[in-house]
């Protein structure tokens, strides 16, 4: 990761799940090995702000599982 990575600020930023995490990171992870580069604190907060506001609606009355 960059120098400019602040998880404490990404964690008081963002209201994640672990899981939401997990993908927020491996999409850092892709923008950053597209650039032939480290992890940005920017690449972090795309990635964060995408997961947010991602096509599966979390209101949604449609169930899957259980």
Known sequence: MANDVDLKCLAGRYNLSGGEIAV????AATMAARRN????QADL???????LSGSFDKGS???IGF
């Open 37 to 40: 580069a480290v992890i940005s």
């Open 61 to 63: 009355s449609n169930s």
């Open 24 to 27: 927020a990171v491996r999409n």
């Open 45 to 51: 907060v795309k990635a964060c702000e995408s997961e």
